[in-house]
């Protein structure tokens, strides 16, 4: 007889904290750099473990959800002639060999080690759904105590499909949300909501709309209005926060499994954290936590194995002018860009991209070979340095890419440029140098 998950969870707790202490000694602390702004590509349970400890004022973790699925990202290119060329990647796999207990050990220990970068007035929050969040919520009532539970917030949607007789649908997700001390504190946030005719109690707007403000509660749906405080609640900035699925037709879309909208993410960070705080994501993918927080003025540490996950993410963050610090644990390509120069323009012009011989391979979809063989196709992104100066570009959502760079003067003409190129499965080509 098959022994019961609750059963098996004191060991799988124990077997976590033994997996845990094994990783931490063959872990060397990152001094001083837990509080930069840096996206990292690498194992996460080794990275965690190098952050000096203390210091999150939010973990926020959305890991696999053991749904037994195979997810797949939508990546958009265009060849050197303009052709939309469209494929499917394969991005990971959520199946695990011994079930749900697999799915433990691998959670268990990474969660032990996020409560230990919390500051004492930090939280964690953990993005599942109903596969896990019971068993995961045990886990963090023996982690964390029990009475250090705040909330089970509820991510509500109805996009996807639907089974008609095998269960009432299911459409929400549960993000649990733990305090490390009872020094936490959420930040209340408000949510205007209009009315047809008014009632006791409501107010009127400039516009002569009949309002109520009330505190936002922990069933999350559609558009949000939230108010940002002000001394006149009349004359209050309201700003429509859509937490709405990332579909098809998102403008947030970036092709990327399992995204999540950007709402979400800015109404988590508005409760739980203030500008300059720090935020930690380990499990990152297409980074749409390191970008609220940047939006928002919070610094923050994003973590991802998958090099196509970094791509997107560099993709996002440098349409916002971040500045940040990016990390591999990946191995360069022999990948190679070729280009040209003109000095008294000050520009550099990317001619083509020879790719390297295993992409097609790591792409893994039907046009796969087409893109590998075409001359520009096969490239996510690109940068040019003249000294500390650095041009990159990356391909667009729709698969647009910039093949110039235009500094802000003509080169002088013993000047080096170095160029690097990303391929569409996230590797870096080594640098290359070039004479001008």
Same mark, same amino acid.
């Given at each position: ?13 124990? =077997?976590?904290?033994? $997996? ?12 001083? *750099? !837990?509080?930069?702004?840096?996206? %990292? ?12 400890? &203390? ?6 973790? !959305? ?18 002639? #303009? +052709? ?14 011994? #079930?749900?207990? +697999? ?12 409560? =230990?970068?919390?500051?004492?007035? &930090?939280? $964690? ?8 969040? *019971? @068993? ?23 996009? /996807? ?39 006791? #109690? ?5 516009? /002569? ?16 209005? @939230? ?75 994003? $973590? ?21 610090? *990016? ?6 390509? !022999?990948?190679?860009?070729?280009? +040209? ?29 087409? $893109?590998?063989? !075409? ?15 650095? %041009? ?16 802000? =003067? ?6 080096? %440029? ?19």
């Amino acid at each position: 007889m098959t022994t019961s998950l609750l059963r098996q969870l004191p060991d799988l707790i124990d =077997e976590g904290r033994t $997996i845990a202490d094994e990783a931490r000694l063959a872990s060397v602390h990152l001094e001083g *750099h !837990d509080t930069a702004k840096q996206l %990292i590509t690498a194992d996460n349970l080794a990275t965690l473990l190098r952050l000096k400890p &203390g210091r999150a004022r939010l973990v926020y973790l !959305d890991p696999p959800f053991d749904s037994r699925a195979n997810y797949r990202n939508r990546i958009q290119t265009r060849s050197a002639t #303009g +052709e939309l060329l469209v494929l499917d990647q394969f991005a990971y796999q959520d199946f695990w060999d011994d #079930g749900t207990a +697999e799915y433990l050990r691998m959670l268990i220990p990474r969660l032990i080690v996020a409560t =230990e970068l919390l500051a004492d007035d &930090g939280a $964690i929050c953990v993005h599942l759904d109903w596969h896990a969040s *019971h @068993l995961v919520r045990l886990v963090l009532d023996e982690l964390l105590g029990r009475d250090n539970f705040v909330n089970e917030l509820v991510w509500s949607y109805r996009s /996807g499909g639907a089974s008609r007789t095998a269960s009432v649908p299911r459409k929400h997700d549960n993000l649990l949300l733990y305090r490390r001390s009872p020094a936490f504190r959420i930040q209340p946030l408000f949510e205007r909501q209009y009315l047809d005719k008014p009632f006791i #109690g409501t107010k009127q707007d400039a516009e /002569g709309r009949h309002y109520v403000d009330t505190i936002l509660r922990d069933v999350l749906e559609g558009s949000i209005n @939230l108010v940002e405080p002000g001394d006149d609640p009349a004359s209050a900035s309201v700003q429509a926060v859509s937490v709405r699925p990332v579909l098809n037709v998102s403008a947030e879309r970036t092709g990327y499994a399992t995204q999540k909208p950007e709402g979400l993410l800015e109404l988590l960070l508005r409760w739980t954290t203030r500008p300059g705080d720090l935020v930690i994501d380990p499990f990152s993918g297409s980074g749409t936590t390191a970008v609220v927080a940047e939006r928002l003025g919070r610094n923050w540490i994003a $973590i991802d194995a998958s090099e196509r996950a970094t791509v997107v993410a560099r993709t996002r963050l440098n349409a916002l002018g971040a500045r940040y610090q *990016h990390t591999s644990m990946a191995r360069v390509s !022999d990948g190679k860009l070729h280009v +040209e120069a003109d000095a008294g323009q000050g520009t550099v012009r990317l001619v083509s991209f020879e790719p390297p011989a295993d992409l097609a391979a790591r792409l893994s979809g039907d046009l796969s070979t087409a $893109i590998t063989g !075409d001359a520009l196709g096969a490239l996510a992104g690109w940068s040019a340095a003249l000294g500390s100066h650095t %041009i990159t570009h990356w391909r667009s959502a729709t698969g647009s890419l910039k093949i110039e760079a235009q500094f802000d =003067e003509p080169f002088p003409p013993d000047t080096i %440029i170095t160029v690097e190129g990303f391929d569409l499965a996230g590797r870096a080509t080594e640098a290359q140098r070039f004479p001008i």
